[in-house]
């Protein structure tokens, strides 16, 4: 049946009361009122699903998002603070056709910029010709005088950026700022993409979306290529687990098989770059960073930077290292630069800007300072070294017509003394796109951010991208930091869509094992490790405490006094319930395990977080006795939960390997200790029950013994029982297990000194009887093992 | 004058390093006109894993060097035999404060030697309104560069008392400018946010000094000490000029040029970036000793 476009229309629209904003381009609805042919099919679909439905499919997103561990931090007024991810539920689609226009015109300008970056630590025939003004740059603190004249290994500055762009009015497309520092979003891209396609699988199943793997595959590959050796190391270079895009920095080192690292995991030998890993030094080809460039190295470039590597930039001068993009490349982002693109444009590249920015005039010329003067009601004023869009710069742009006349007077007189400072913007209305609020869909403000890669065929624009949805009608309200929303985008084709994956094409199969694992994520395994056990043994003994004090309602009982004597050397105060250096322990563990998120699957995460906001609550609320042993119990059974949720999914290789000597160690330490204080000949009336409740053997000991405990028998069993996994030996055997196992264990054919310790001191504990224990033993063996923790330091940890 | 220079920096460290990259600024700069490098050499103890010399963006000589090896001091050493020319009295013929603007935006380039580079904030040289209002209440819009900056070289001589107790390496100029106490690097840092702030572009020199002993005493070997001043741009014709607010004064045929930058950062003699926990004790000798020409 032939329908018209207006029928179209009428039919579709009214199914969820849709109406677009007057005088502003919508991407479902046409300039005709008409809904857009791409967006037909999803809008039917969507008529067809009740409420109650959605809701169910928004959940399931929202669900995915939640245990994939998505999230982004949120810098607050007292804390900073991780967000659960705030997802549209509803993509954005755009017709394939278009989105060629799009690309054209983005691939055009990833061109342009390379020049300009080029040029600017090159030749600077742009100042030199009076294409750039030279104060632009001097006065840039993107202008890294270090590397000016250093030429990229490669010959390419720019590999990876993005544009923010958006819809004027007319329908056109217009870039509002460009991505050349470290861009962030597509990993978040990605799983918006994955949340989407969740929540409407079988509708994305029927529309010919454009898949993203392909895009990522083709840029893998490509910086793997452009390694000078096959040895060589790709790497996510992290400013660390405080950034805002921590998560997504974890999360494309994983997606795409390269080391997640930071800067204090590098080091600068020889004017190469190399990681510190566990085996040793190993090089490093490609250093995709995410962190800003005046931060990679604390000693060409900002002094005071604590994330950086000295003697980065000398590799870069060496070219034995490719960097992601070039340090230095961020100068172009500067919002000033906008105004000057056009005519470099034509002079550099002979060509048009196929697609515009938005028109910018720089207030340090005086005819354009007069122009933005005259024309103030529709300018955007703002700081002129900007490198964000101006509806993401908190607050530091004035939009001219919401000035009222007096304030007018203040502005001209700003442009005027400021002017060099300053740029004027032409005020853009960006379109509206569909978001479900209250139960239906209502028109927000949107703009996209769409990414380059420079690949071997050269610039690949993603078929996608990240849509950045305003909270309400104001344009400003789209940074997510003021509660802007993220939507995915389809890309949408006529025609099926190669259903590309990143798993590798050739059919023999082949296991690939981890990479050297580098020593700080070992540093941080191991700890987590010692964290964990330490809290484990501090709980078992204020429960067994709290257990006695609820019996005996007197601290000063002999037992209870003498083991409080105990905890207090270790700094743990039997007068709080949940004492406050328990709570720093398990925090302690929580940090070294938010450094190495990327090697835990989110569910031990999340485990790990329910036991440590358990503790704080307990921690006011508990009281002392029957309450506190409960208590501990609860904290014991989670900190069970997450050890086992590790011990059932980590993979069995070197990371497991430190964080399980970690643990073997802490408990030995911890067993050992014990023993010295309470199975002495002089110990107090119940301290050998206590230390078999302690160490979880109380049935075991009434099994093969009896009933009554003897100094003897819980001395075999607790610390000499090679099949006890509380006892001292237990842990040396594992530790001595683990260590045959690590990299250089054996050094040219001798036993490393770490593995030569371990094994002494586990034959100089099995060959020990129950009768031969004494204090004084149990102290040298708990020097020896602080000693091994040291050795491993040494060997593996620097 | 002809000159030798010798210059020792000494690090103890109370526990040993375990390596470390540094780099190195000491070495004085030959400039047509204003000084020439006749012979210099740098040395340094513990011999390093490895050596780069090279200039930096504003021409500076420097060497980068890497310990890999546990070291518990590090001894640099710099000695050099420069030749500084008499200046001669030029008369002022540099544009007004107000007419800088038009020469500055008329340089197209970005070379070592822009007005462009010294405009603007540098690392450790924000934009501070205190300085700006006293700078502006020293200079009228009628004044040359040169009459300017000459008042307020005077005035901070005058206003500011040289303590070398009050301020450390890391004194931002607002607080010296508080406290109008320092050293010459705090002089130095006032004087350049004050003629920024008034549209004049304003560098960092830091050098030596030849001090002269008082009357009747013998030049003490070794109580010498790097100096810091500033240069600042008069146009195109004029070119960069220098003051020595810690002296008041030009710089004259006792200052040697070791390093141009922004600020203290871009010149700081030594930058380095240790391996190790402890504190360190740091020492400094420098003879500026005249070397008698026999003709």
Same mark, same amino acid.
């Given at each position: ?27 479902? /609805? ?28 928004? &959940? ?49 300008? &990833? ?46 500055? @720019?590999? *990876? ?18 991505? #050349? ?18 929540? *409407? ?231 509206? #796109? ?56 389809? /890309? ?17 199969? #082949? ?23 330490? &809290? ?108 086992? @949720? ?12 430190? @964080? ?57 069993? @607790? ?49 020990? #009887? ?29 | ?295």
């Amino acid at each position: 049946m032939k329908t018209t476009k207006a029928e179209a229309g009428r039919i579709e629209v009214p199914a969820h009361g849709y109406a677009p904003l007057p005088g502003v381009a919508d991407e479902m /609805i046409d300039a005709d009122g008409a809904v857009r042919p791409v967006w037909r099919h999803f809008l039917a679909a969507l008529g067809r699903m009740d409420q109650t439905e959605l809701a169910g499919r928004f &959940a399931r997103a929202d669900r995915y998002l939640r245990d994939a561990g998505v999230f982004y931090r949120s810098y607050g007024k007292e804390a900073d603070v991780d967000r659960a991810w705030p997802l549209s539920h509803i993509p954005v689609l755009i017709d394939e056709a278009e989105w060629t226009g799009v690309s054209r015109g983005l691939v055009q300008r &990833a061109e342009l910029l390379e020049a300009v970056v080029a040029d600017i630590y090159g030749r600077n025939e742009l100042v030199a010709n009076g294409l750039l003004p030279p104060a632009l740059v001097g006065e840039n603190a993107e202008f890294l005088r270090p590397l000016v004249g250093v030429k990229p290994a490669g010959g390419h500055f @720019l590999h *990876f950026v993005s544009f923010e762009i958006g819809r004027g009015p007319d329908g056109n497309w217009w870039v509002l700022s460009d991505r #050349t520092q470290a861009p962030s979003g597509a990993g978040f891209a990605l799983e918006n993409r994955v949340a989407t396609a969740r929540a *409407f699988s079988d509708v994305y199943a029927e529309t010919h979306a454009h898949r993203l793997a392909g895009f990522f595959g083709a840029f893998r590959d490509t910086l793997q290529a452009s390694r000078q050796s096959p040895e060589e190391r790709i790497a996510v270079l992290t400013p660390g687990l405080a950034n805002e895009t921590y998560f997504e920095h974890a999360y494309i080192a994983r997606y795409l098989g390269f080391m997640l690292l930071e800067g204090e995991d590098l080091t600068v030998v020889g004017g190469k770059v190399m990681v510190r890993t566990v085996a040793g030094l190993k090089p490093i080809g490609v250093l995709w960073r995410r962190l800003d460039a005046s931060f990679a190295d604390p000693l060409e470039l900002d002094q005071n930077s604590h994330i950086g590597t000295p003697g980065l930039v000398e590799a870069l001068r060496a070219g034995s290292v490719s960097i992601v993009n070039a340090l230095g490349a961020g100068i172009v982002e500067t919002r000033a630069m906008l105004a000057f693109l056009p005519n470099i444009c034509r002079q550099v590249l002979g060509e048009e800007q196929i697609m515009p920015s938005v028109a910018t005039w720089w207030c340090g010329q005086e005819t354009e300072r007069a122009h933005v003067a005259a024309h103030i009601g529709r300018m955007v004023i703002g700081p002129a070294y900007s490198t964000r869009p101006f509806f993401d710069d908190e607050g530091r742009s004035v939009l001219g017509s919401t000035l009222r006349e007096t304030a007018r007077d203040s502005i001209m007189e700003w442009l005027a003394s400021d002017g060099a400072h300053l740029v004027g913007q032409e005020a853009v209305t960006l379109s509206t #796109t569909p978001a479900w609020v209250g139960g239906r869909l209502v028109p927000r403000p949107m703009s996209l951010r769409v990414f380059a890669a420079r690949t071997r065929d050269g610039w690949q624009i993603m078929p996608g991208g990240f849509a950045r949805i305003g909270a309400g009608d104001d344009v400003a309200a789209i940074a997510m930091q003021r509660g802007g929303s993220a939507a995915d985008v389809w /890309i949408v084709s006529p025609r099926p869509v190669e259903r590309s994956t990143l798993l590798p094409a050739d059919r023999n199969f #082949t296991r690939t094992m981890p990479g050297s694992l580098p020593s700080r994520a070992a540093d941080n395994l191991f700890w987590l490790g010692r964290y964990i056990e330490r &809290a484990e043994g501090a709980l078992r003994i204020l429960r067994a405490w709290h257990g006695r004090y609820a019996e005996y309602a007197d601290p000063g009982q002999p037992l209870l006094k003498d083991v409080t004597r105990y905890l207090d050397a270790l700094d743990i105060d039997t007068a709080e319930p949940v004492p406050t250096s328990l709570i720093r322990n398990i925090d302690s563990a929580v940090f070294s395990a938010s450094a190495i998120r990327d090697r835990f699957s989110p569910d031990g995460w999340l485990a790990l977080n329910d036991l440590s906001k358990t503790a704080r609550r307990f921690h006011t609320s508990i009281e002392p006795g029957d309450d506190a042993t409960r208590a501990m119990t609860v904290l014991l059974r989670k900190l069970a939960g997450f050890a086992g @949720l590790v011990h059932e999914n980590m993979y069995r290789f070197t990371g497991w390997r430190f @964080l399980s000597i970690g643990r073997y160690l802490e408990r030995g330490l911890h067993m050992t200790r014990l023993l010295g204080h309470l199975s002495g000949e002089d110990a107090p009336d119940g301290a050998l029950d206590m230390l078999l409740e302690i160490g979880d053997s109380v049935m075991t000991h009434r099994r093969r013994y009896a009933v009554a405990t003897a100094r003897l028998t819980v001395t075999d069993l @607790l610390a000499l029982d090679p099949l006890n996994p509380r006892s001292v030996l237990y842990q040396l055997n594992e530790i001595k297990n683990e260590v045959e196992q690590l990299p250089n264990a054996f050094v040219n054919g001798q036993m490393s000194p770490f593995y030569r310790e371990a094994m002494r001191l586990h034959a100089g504990l099995a060959v020990m #009887t129950p009768e031969g224990m004494s204090d004084r033993i149990y102290g040298r063996f708990e020097t020896e093992l602080e000693r091994l923790s040291d050795i491993l330091g040494q060997t593996y940890l620097g | 004058m002809l000159y030798d220079v010798n210059l020792t920096i000494g690090y103890r460290y109370d526990t040993p390093v375990s390596g470390g990259r540094h780099m190195v600024r000491v070495l004085p700069l030959s400039i047509p006109g204003r000084q020439r490098l006749v012979a210099g050499a740098l040395s340094v103890d513990p011999a390093p894993g490895e050596r780069a010399d090279r200039t930096d963006f504003f021409d500076n000589p420097m060497s980068s060097i890497l310990f890999r090896s546990p070291h518990d001091r590090l001894d640099i050493r710099m000695q050099a035999r420069v030749h500084v020319e008499t200046p001669e009295p030029a008369a002022d013929f540099s544009p007004p404060v107000s007419g800088l603007a038009e020469d500055i935006a008329g340089y197209w380039s970005l070379d070592a030697g822009a007005p462009h580079h010294y405009t603007g904030a540098s690392p450790r040289l924000p934009a501070c309104p205190e300085i700006s209002d006293y700078a502006r209440a020293i200079v009228t819009p009628d004044m040359t560069i040169r009459a300017a900056a000459t008042a307020i070289c005077a005035r901070i001589h005058a206003d500011f008392t040289y303590d070398t107790k009050a301020t450390s390496v890391d004194t931002t100029p607002r607080e010296a400018f508080r406290l109008k106490r320092g050293v010459c690097q705090d002089f130095s840092h006032v004087m350049i946010v004050a003629l920024r702030s008034l549209g004049i572009p304003a560098g960092y020199v830091s050098g030596f000094l030849r001090t002269i002993p008082p009357p009747g005493k013998e030049r003490l070997e070794g109580a010498d000490a790097m100096h810091a001043w500033v240069r600042f741009w008069c146009g195109r014709v004029n070119g960069w000029m220098e003051l020595d607010p810690t002296n008041d004064m030009p710089s004259g045929s006792d200052h040697i040029v070791v390093a141009h930058g922004r600020d203290y950062a871009d010149v700081a003699p030594v930058i380095g970036v240790l391996k190790g926990y402890g504190q360190h004790k740091t020492t400094q000798a420098v003879d500026v000793i005249p070397v008698r020409q026999t003709a």
